[in-house]
């Protein structure tokens, strides 16, 4: 800890959110992360396609979710650096009276969440820092000074659980989320597979896990399970790039974006 009593950053190893932003081509990352996300783009160079593509279903969900089902509550876990349009200004374009928390434990995050709470002025935006293998985070004092857990909440776990090994029992975490959830609202999720192209996958999980970073990678059954017991919104589970497209990326008959799918996505609703 920094005598401030903020965690501080390290930049003896990769980390996964500067990692992410190499892919998506920001700024803030380190010599570490880029030597990692290179060897990463050797083995799978879909990754950064891989990274928009998963952006690109975080908008069109959000956006959803705000346009046609009314949600006016947005808590995204493992929020990852900032790279605009972040999920509260997709939301508040739609409706600027929407609320959003976001959470992440990592401390390059954290000194970015200045960015995070630049809400539009009839909505609230906040940042905690929380691990969701570790805290209780719908028990935080912050989230719930934002966040009414009486009503409708959208809880977005976007490229999160693929960090989350079976250890950590993340499918018991996403229920334990979702039972203290109001009837109505949502699950967003996206994950990563092996299911399209296994080789070049276990190629980036071993780079992953030498770097300290533990990836498991799920089968469509697998990420499934996840929605237990929710309504799934139509298409289901499906590549992430076929989730509702838009017509700004690519169609669900673009046969290169079919083979080079790398994750899963899909929004369920709770009863």
């Known amino acids: 800890m920094t005598t401030s009593g903020k965690p501080e950053i390290d930049t003896s190893r990769?980390?996964?959110?500067?990692?992410?932003?190499?892919?998506?081509?920001?700024?803030?990352?380190?010599?570490?992360?880029?030597?990692?996300?290179?060897?990463?783009l050797t083995v799978c160079p879909q990754i950064r396609h891989t990274a928009e593509t998963n952006r690109s279903f975080m908008h069109r969900a959000t956006r959803t979710l705000a346009s046609e089902y009314g949600v006016r509550q947005f808590v995204d876990i493992g929020t990852g650096i900032p790279t605009p349009p972040n999920l509260h200004q997709v939301a508040q374009e739609v409706a600027p009276?929407?609320?959003?928390?976001?959470?992440?434990?990592?401390a390059t995050v954290l000194e970015y969440a200045h960015v995070l709470m630049r809400s539009a002025p009839e909505?609230?935006?906040?940042?905690?820092?929380?691990?969701?293998?570790?805290?209780?985070i719908l028990d935080s004092a912050r989230l719930r000074e934002v966040i009414d857990?009486?009503?409708?909440?959208?809880?977005?776990?976007?490229?999160?659980?693929?960090f989350v090994p079976?250890?950590?029992?993340?499918?018991?975490?996403?229920?334990?989320?979702?039972?203290?959830?109001?009837?109505?609202?949502f699950l967003v999720l996206s994950h990563c597979t092996t299911d399209f192209d296994a080789a070049a996958w276990q190629g980036v999980k071993k780079i992953y896990d030498a770097g300290g970073t533990t990836v498991q990678l799920r089968s469509k059954q697998e990420v499934e399970l996840f929605y237990d017991g929710l309504e799934l919104l139509e298409p289901g589970?499906?590549?992430?790039?076929?989730?509702?497209?838009?017509?700004?990326?690519?169609?669900?008959?673009?046969?290169?974006?079919?083979?080079?799918?790398?994750l899963y996505a899909?929004?369920?609703r709770k009863p």
């Open 149 to 162: 857990l009486d009503k409708p909440v959208a809880l977005s776990l976007v490229a999160l659980l693929h």
């Open 14 to 40: 990769p980390h996964s959110a500067r990692m992410y932003d190499y892919y998506l081509g920001g700024k803030d990352w380190y010599p570490v992360d880029e030597e990692a996300a290179e060897r990463v």
């Open 166 to 185: 079976d250890e950590n029992k993340p499918y018991d975490i996403v229920r334990g989320l979702l039972d203290r959830l109001a009837p109505g609202s």
């Open 123 to 136: 909505g609230r935006t906040a940042y905690i820092s929380a691990d969701v293998r570790e805290d209780d």
């Open 97 to 106: 009276d929407s609320r959003v928390v976001y959470a992440d434990h990592d």
């Open 266 to 268: 899909g929004v369920g």
């Open 237 to 262: 589970v499906t590549a992430a790039h076929q989730w509702r497209p838009d017509g700004t990326g690519e169609t669900t008959a673009d046969a290169d974006a079919l083979r080079s799918a790398t």
